[in-house]
Each structure stands twice: as structure tokens, then as C-alpha cells.
């Protein structure tokens, strides 16, 4: 098999796109499933990734007592899947940053923030597990660097995008493309064999008014709100998009809102200090 994976067939909008293979870890890591003492060994052989894991949990955003120094010491105290999530955040970037340009550093601390503060949201307003939500956070807009290497102008058309004063990101992509970035992550999803849910809020992520107001699909349209919510306090539309202006969440916020039962502005100004006091403090 080749270091890519690429759609083939004709017609196909991924032909020629090339995704990466779900790493060899995470194939591993999902093979010994909710067995603690190979999540533990499987971590801590490779020096890379287990130093990296302790020095994320040992930063403000978990908030310890005390100093966390084993990958055992981690598991034991936040659990199975909130050690891995911190290993998904690490490869997910090492998979995708190959080529790139350094000033790619921004869009990878932009999504972990988006991950930090939308675990911070389904925790605090029960509507959503966090560990989800906060995959999600890591890999929703992980299409954007594969369409990086595959289209030159392809910044200039996210930035286009996030102008539209519509609100209509993924439109504007597939006119100009053929093509979005979310498509493209929920492809990734699939392919890492992630839990459909988190693929399927991937796709939905830049999702209009007319996904709330259809009366199935509750835990979806609960994560994906979350999600939005998330990126709009973190000012995703800034640094991906380049843009002042938040069109998306103008589009959505009153669905959202109802979604996440944030009724009144007191309820919005709660939430939001919540997540800049847990989550997104430096």
C-alpha cells in the first residue's frame, strides 16, 4: 500500500486528493481497545509521542495538583480516552503537516482550541460527551491542510469563503473546487475508522439553519452546535478565514442557542466565561 490513500473513482471529486492512512498507533491503539496496561505500553514505547502527551497534560488546561510524570499516571487519573485524544491531536498534526508552511502553527493551536473549549461546552451543558466533542475540536477542519497541498490558491478561496457575508462556507468551496474541506475531513474520519457520529459532524460542521430544523439526528445536531459555539469563541473565522466578521455563526446562532438551551444572555455570557476561565486559559 502507498503512504497515501487516494479516491479513484472517475468522476470522483477526491480523485487525486490524497489522505493519509490512519498511523500505525492509532491502528494499534484501537486494536487493544479499553485494555489500560497495552493503552499504557503501546503510549509509552514511543518517547516522542509519550513526552509530548505529558507535557499537554501538564499544562493549564487540565489544571493537576500535582505533576503527572508516566503515561500509566495519566491513564490512571483522566482515563483511557482522554489520553488517547491527546495522542489523536499529536499524529493528526504530524500526519497532515508534512510540506506545509510554518505559519501553519496558528491553524493547529486554533484547533486545539477548538477542542479544548468545545469539551469544555458538552461538559458544562451536558450535551454532548466531551471526549467527542473534543475529537471533534481536533480533527473538524482537518480537510483544510489536505486541500492545501493539493490546490495552490486554496488559502485565498477559504479566505473568500469565510467573506461571504452569507455565511456559506462550504458553498463557496464546492463552486469554486468541486470540493470542501469538510467532505474531505469526514473522508479522513472514515478512513482512521473513527465513531461515524464524530465523521458525520465533520461533514455538518459549516451546516445551515435547515439542519436544526429537521426533527431527527438530536445527538448529531447536539455535537456539531457545539462545535459551532466552540469555534465561534475561539474566532475560527479569524484565524483560518482572515475575516473580522463571524458571517457562519451570524447564520446560526440563534439555532444553536436553542440547540444548547441557551436561553437568555446571561446563559450565552456564563458559557462563554466558563470556557475562557477552564478551557482556554494560557
Known amino acids: ?12 471529486p477526491l480523485k487525486g486528493i490524497s489522505i493519509p492512512p490512519k498511523p500505525q498507533i492509532l491502528v494499534d491503539l484501537h486494536k487493544v ?18 513526552a509530548t502527551v505529558l507535557k499537554t497534560i501538564n499544562s493549564p488546561f487540565f489544571g493537576l495538583a500535582k505533576k503527572i510524570t508516566s503515561i500509566q499516571q495519566a491513564v490512571l487519573l483522566l482515563g483511557n480516552q482522554s489520553v488517547i485524544n491527546i495522542v489523536n491531536s499529536l499524529i493528526l498534526r504530524t500526519s497532515l503537516h508534512k510540506d506545509q508552511d510554518e505559519n501553519m502553527s496558528e491553524f493547529w493551536d486554533s ?7 468545545a469539551g469544555a461546552i458538552a461538559g458544562e451543558l451536558k450535551v454532548a460527551k466531551r471526549d467527542d466533542a473534543y475529537t471533534l475540536g481536533l480533527f473538524h477542519n482537518c480537510g483544510i491542510p489536505i486541500l492545501m497541498q493539493k490546490f495552490k490558491n486554496y488559502i485565498e478561496i477559504v479566505e473568500k469563503s469565510y467573506q461571504n457575508p452569507d455565511g456559506l462556507v462550504q458553498q463557496v468551496e464546492q463552486r469554486e473546487l468541486d470540493i470542501d474541506h469538510c467532505v474531505v475531513g469526514h473522508h479522513l ?26 426533527e431527527k439526528n438530536g445527538p448529531l445536531k447536539d455535537l456539531v452546535a457545539t462545535l ?55
Open 33 to 50: 481497545g479499553d485494555n489500560t496496561k497495552k493503552i499504557v505500553d503501546l503510549i509509552s514505547q514511543d518517547t516522542g509521542v509519550s
Open 189 to 214: 474520519c472514515d478512513l482512521w475508522n473513527m465513531d461515524e457520529l464524530i465523521g458525520d459532524a465533520v461533514l455538518y460542521h459549516h451546516a445551515g439553519p435547515e439542519f436544526f430544523e429537521q
Open 1 to 12: 500500500m502507498s503512504s497515501t490513500t487516494q479516491a479513484k473513482a472517475s468522476g470522483d
Open 228 to 282: 459551532m459555539l466552540a469555534e465561534h469563541l475561539v474566532e475560527i473565522h479569524r484565524i483560518v478565514g482572515h475575516n473580522k466578521e463571524d458571517h457562519g455563526w451570524k447564520r446560526v446562532s440563534k439555532h444553536v442557542k436553542k440547540q444548547l438551551n441557551i436561553v437568555t444572555q446571561d446563559d450565552y455570557n456564563d458559557i462563554r466565561n466558563y470556557v475562557f476561565d477552564v478551557a482556554l486559559q494560557k
Open 111 to 117: 484547533s486545539m482550541d477548538a477542542a479544548k473549549a
